[in-house]
């Protein structure tokens, strides 16, 4: 694929979307961090549900610490590997409070660092929270950037990598939503709906539907 053809890719998606969003709910960077963190292997849905109780009674660092273990995991428990998860937060809310005065750091080091937190976690708070052109690729976006040709790789790094080169400036910023949603909505794992998808005379699947 060459890169007019992405360009109009991104125009097309951009056109559609112009000012996409994450579907998680979050009021401050810490409630985006606490909230990717429970959506690994999760829903966003699942993961709204659980925090719209928790974030009212604790969304600080510190007043994740003061509820404690057991009783975070009462807010969490339908959240799939929520164990794991809640041990991991409050680990992650420790360091937070001790070594950053309560706030999330805002390089890619830091975040990584923290308990709980790999690469595609620390890119979605780099873009969304602070409006770093990272893409944070998921198994969405490893579908479609396979499946059109937009960058394909074996790896998900490897299609990271490509996007973080071959996706156009202007569009860099917005691409992580415009990939993730239209794998989520329109480009989906077992039969994609190309009969209504806005890119389809530009995809280059060869097995398209009709629907």
């Known amino acids: 694929m060459n890169r007019d053809k992405r360009v109009q ?32 292997q999760a829903t966003d849905v699942g993961v709204n549900k659980a925090t719209a109780h928790l974030y009212p009674v604790a969304n600080t660092p510190q007043q994740i610490l003061d509820l404690g273990l057991d009783r975070l995991k009462e807010y969490v428990k339908t959240i799939g590997l929520y164990n794991t998860k809640a041990q991991n937060i409050i680990k992650t809310c420790d360091i ?92 989906i794992a077992r039969k994609p709906r190309c009969g209504s998808c806005v890119i389809h005379d530009l995809c280059e699947y060869r097995k398209k539907t009709s629907e």
């Open 9 to 40: 890719i991104f125009t097309l998606l951009r056109d559609a979307n112009p000012s996409p969003e994450t579907e998680l709910n979050y009021t401050s960077p810490f409630e985006l961090l606490i909230s990717v963190i429970l959506s690994a």
């Open 96 to 187: 937070l409070v001790r070594e950053y005065g309560g706030e999330v750091p805002a390089t890619r080091k830091a975040l990584e660092d923290l308990p709980g937190v790999g690469r595609k976690t620390a890119n979605v708070v780099l873009n969304t929270a602070f409006g770093q052109p990272t893409i944070a690729v998921d198994t969405h976006i490893f579908r479609v950037a396979n499946r059109t040709g937009i960058a394909p790789g074996k790896t998900v790094r490897e299609v990271e990598d490509r996007l973080m080169r071959l996706v156009p400036d202007e569009f860099k910023l917005d691409a992580h939503h415009w990939l993730i949603l239209h794998g989520r909505y329109t480009c």
